[in-house]
């Protein structure tokens, strides 16, 4: 996202989205940005209402939006995954929620094995709206738990006591949508590895099919809320990384499968599937199983990819309401893939979701001489001297065990963006 450009608008998009093809399936994203409570950890884009006006007015305009995007599409076209994230799309009234929902069913159809995830809040979830996300058709529900002991809790202001977490868990599960993520974050002000260790025993008593496992990236001149948290309580790099390990152990020995670098599963789960099967995935949402070429970002500030580029929504929600009212693609930049950049960004995806690749089988794929990555050798080299990767003849990477946890850095090194120009990103670890 450092390195998306304002030269790629509406127009871009209209044409990208007219060239899809019609029989590949898709996938959607609706951002919801507004929350009852505010986080103070949050990074994302999200805005607190006192009053629901705000939000139904927001949730109109998305009506909009999901139409005049499916206005430039070649057909009523098919999803086989869609997800809804924000800040807390469960704020929408059920009607509002409902209403949008027939506006998707309108102009796209789902396959018959469509997940249809979104994320919630256990503070503000009610028995009702669960029962109307049943109706609606969802299967997958995500909640971020993050850390369950009361310190924490109260310097990140997220308290949410485990029966609270349990009770919605059991609420979902109840009504049908049998499939729940948490969302865990280490690096937060006053946490050990013995509070994290034990948050992550009360979770897996609740059995979430899914945990994703964050490192806490503090930024406070990007995201103001985190200037409430007190500095000088965040753990420092070897209290993160000790964290971050203890985290991943625990998980695995309570019997969950290690995703990647940062996602775990239950034995069964499709994603713990997609691992043994090759074709684990990854997106702006994290590891996943969607095999869609195309995602839809629909909502202020939503990203989404076509095989022709990235885009990304105005952040503003009013300046992203004026756009759709005006009948315009809501656009505020993207970045249009050449072939070099699909070329890396499978290699990128590889090595992320697989822990190797074939850098023979990448350069035969996209039509490109073997020698493609020479700027990069001497990089390759020394992370193997750093025992972090180990090469063959054959040109095939593969990450070492004292390596995998920092894959994201052995896979930067092939990204060209990143070697052209410095951007502020989070931590690795």
Not at 179 to 197: A, E, K, R, S
Request: hydrophobic share 45%; charged share 20%.
């Amino acid at each position: 996202m450092p390195h998306f450009s304002p030269d790629i608008g509406p127009d871009d998009y209209a044409t990208w989205l007219s060239a899809l093809d019609p029989l590949d399936p898709l996938s959607l994203y609706l951002h919801v940005p507004f929350c009852k409570k505010v986080c103070w950890y949050c990074g994302c884009n999200m805005k607190l209402s006192a009053r629901y006006q705000p939000i139904a007015d927001y949730a109109a305009t998305l009506r909009k939006e999901i139409g005049l995007v499916a206005g430039y599409l070649p057909t009523r076209m098919r999803v086989s995954h869609m997800h809804w994230g924000g800040g807390t799309p469960t704020s929408l009234s059920e009607s509002d929620l409902g209403h949008a929902m027939e506006v998707i069913d309108h102009h796209f159809s789902f396959a018959s094995d469509a997940e249809l995830a979104i994320e919630s809040d256990p503070r503000t979830l009610s028995g009702d709206m669960i029962k109307h996300l049943a109706g609606l058709g969802f299967n997958r529900a995500s909640f971020g738990v993050q850390e369950f002991d009361p310190q924490v809790q109260l310097a990140i202001n997220r308290v949410q006591p485990p029966d609270m977490v349990r009770a919605s868990v059991d609420g979902l599960r109840a009504a049908g949508i049998a499939n729940i993520n948490f969302d865990l974050i280490y690096g937060l002000p006053h946490q050990t590895v013995g509070t994290l260790t034990r948050t992550i025993e009360l979770c897996a008593a609740m059995r979430p099919n899914r945990v994703a496992l964050f490192g806490y990236a503090h930024v406070p001149w990007m995201a103001k809320a985190q200037r409430m948290i007190d500095a000088a309580a965040l753990p420092g790099a070897a209290e993160r990384l000790a964290q971050a390990k203890a985290a991943s152990e625990a998980l695995v020995a309570m019997g969950y499968v290690a995703i990647g670098l940062d996602h775990f599963a239950v034995p069964d789960d499709p994603l713990a599937l997609a691992v043994r099967q090759g074709t684990l995935r990854r997106n702006f949402q994290g590891y996943t199983t969607d095999t869609a070429t195309t995602l839809l970002g629909m909502g202020a500030t939503s990203i989404g990819r076509t095989p022709h580029g990235y885009t990304q929504s105005i952040a503003e929600t009013r300046a992203w309401t004026r756009a759709v009212e005006a009948g315009t693609l809501p656009i505020a930049k993207g970045c249009a893939l050449t072939a070099d950049d699909t070329l890396r960004g499978w290699v990128i995806e590889q090595l992320m979701c697989n822990g190797r690749v074939d850098l023979a089988a990448a350069a035969a794929q996209h039509k490109a001489p073997l020698g493609w990555y020479a700027e990069v050798e001497t990089d390759l080299a020394q992370m193997e001297r750093d025992g972090l990767i180990y090469r063959d003849a054959a040109h095939r990477i593969t990450m070492t065990k004292a390596g995998a946890p920092l894959v994201r850095t052995v896979a930067a090194v092939f990204d060209a963006y990143l070697r052209a120009k410095a951007a502020q990103h989070s931590v690795a670890v």
